[in-house]
Every structure is written in structure tokens, then in C-alpha cells.
T-cell receptor, first 115, second 113 residues
Framework: NAGVTQTPKFQVLKTGQSMTLQCAQD?????MSWYRQDPGMGLRLIHY???????DQGEVPNGYNVSRSTTEDFPLRLLSAAPSQTSVYFC??????????????FGPGTRLTVL | QQQVKQSPQSLIVQKGGISIINCAYE??????FPWYQQFPGKGPALLIA?????SEKKEGRFTISFNKSAKQFSLHIMDSQPGDSATYFC????????????FGKGTSLLVTP
């Protein structure tokens, strides 16, 4: 099991550019989510998905799009990058038991810098 | 947005001492309260979690104490070791979705030799 994988590990963008952060898991988890981590701010939820075809917004969704066409993949799209999106991005996945969350497994992160 | 308040922001403990980190949450209809540990350059990893049908859960040197009436829970690290030096996050289920977690801002723990 590779667990949760994220690509790329590092990325530098110019303001206004778009890009997609990739996330994949091989544990057949229903629930997947994206967080951003900034110094002193903890982990803030961007978007999450409770299964293929189902997504919802988290705390800080503006400027980001997601889709979930398969159970395994949950890409995060930056539509027009801004310096405020400079951050470390983590993808996570977990089983869901009814409407109860369970252990979330995090990927290694993508460090994004927007100039 | 539902908040999870974590304290202290940073903590320095001598080897062999007890580390205590506190967390307070707002209303939630869901019952799962985890602590995550993160080392520099790595993603967070689950350390220990509690479903509050009990008030305390112990795993090795790590203990969660839960006070449902006060909406508070804490992490105790007994016999702290330099290898425990990391950032610790508490979390509580989002009130809108039981799947999503709201995280505290983290506590940076340094255990000195």
C-alpha cells in the first residue's frame, strides 16, 4: 500500500497561473479532503468529498476547485494563483462509518509558492 | 466557522517530564476527538483518538482526558522523550459534516535532553 500520495512535492507559480495538485489513495477510502497549512494557523479545510461525484466546501474554498470522478483520485485545482495561496497543501483520506469520521491518513504534502 | 482552541502555542519540557496540551471545542453533534502528531517536512499522523463514551483513553505514554460538559479534552505525554519533539494538533468533527475535522492551531513541543 502506498497510502496517500501527492504530486508535486514542490511547485513555484507566477501570479495568475493555474495548476492542479494531484492526490491519490489506494486504501479504497470513501472520504477525501484537502487542507492548507500556514504558520500559526493550523490545518484549514479547503474542500472535501464523501465519495465519487460528491464534493463540498470547507472553511477556505475560494480560489480552489475540486472534482471526484473516481474513489482513488481527488485533484485540487488553483484557477488563478495568488500570493495568498502560498502554503503547504495536504490531502487526507479516511473510511467513513455512517456519518462518523475515522482515522484520517495524510499525504506528504505539496509546498506551493506563488510569486 | 466552528473553532477549536488549542493551548499552549509552544511548550518546552525536560526529558522525563509530563507534557500537557489542552483543547476546547464548540458544539458538535459528532463524537470523535483525535490528536495528530507532525514532524518537520511530514504530513500529520494520528497519535491517539477518543470517542467520549469514556472519559480517558491511554496508549503507552499518551493519554487523552475528555470532559464533555466543559467541551474540553487534553493530551498528556508521560515520561516525555526528545523523540516526542513535534507539533501536535487537536481536532473535532465539523458541526455540518461528521466526516470533516476542524483542527486547532497546533502546539510546538520541544523536549530537552
Amino acid at each position: 500500500n502506498a497510502g496517500v500520495t501527492q504530486t508535486p512535492k514542490f511547485q513555484v507559480l507566477k501570479t495568475g497561473q493555474s495548476m492542479t495538485l494531484q492526490c491519490a489513495q489506494d486504501m479504497n477510502h470513501e472520504y477525501m479532503s484537502w487542507y492548507r497549512q500556514d504558520p500559526g494557523m493550523g490545518l484549514r479545510l479547503i474542500h472535501y468529498s464523501v465519495g465519487a461525484g460528491i464534493t463540498d466546501q470547507g472553511e477556505v474554498p475560494n480560489g480552489y476547485n475540486v472534482s471526484r470522478s473516481t474513489t482513488e483520485d481527488f485533484p485540487l485545482r488553483l484557477l488563478s494563483a495568488a500570493p495568498s495561496q502560498t502554503s503547504v497543501y495536504f490531502c487526507a483520506s479516511s473510511y467513513s462509518i455512517g456519518r462518523r469520521t475515522d482515522t484520517q491518513y495524510f499525504g506528504p504534502g505539496t509546498r506551493l509558492t506563488v510569486l | 466557522q466552528q473553532q477549536v482552541k488549542q493551548s499552549p502555542q509552544s511548550l518546552i519540557v525536560q526529558k522525563g517530564g509530563i507534557s500537557i496540551i489542552n483543547c476546547a471545542y464548540e458544539n458538535t453533534a459528532f463524537d470523535y476527538f483525535p490528536w495528530y502528531q507532525q514532524f518537520p517536512g511530514k504530513g500529520p499522523a494520528l497519535l491517539i483518538a477518543i470517542r467520549p463514551d469514556v472519559s480517558e483513553k491511554k496508549e503507552g505514554r499518551f493519554t487523552i482526558s475528555f470532559n464533555k460538559s466543559a467541551k474540553q479534552f487534553s493530551l498528556h505525554i508521560m515520561d516525555s522523550q526528545p523523540g516526542d519533539s513535534a507539533t501536535y494538533f487537536c481536532a473535532a468533527p465539523n458541526s455540518n459534516s461528521g466526516y470533516a475535522l476542524n483542527f486547532g492551531k497546533g502546539t510546538s513541543l520541544l523536549v530537552t535532553p
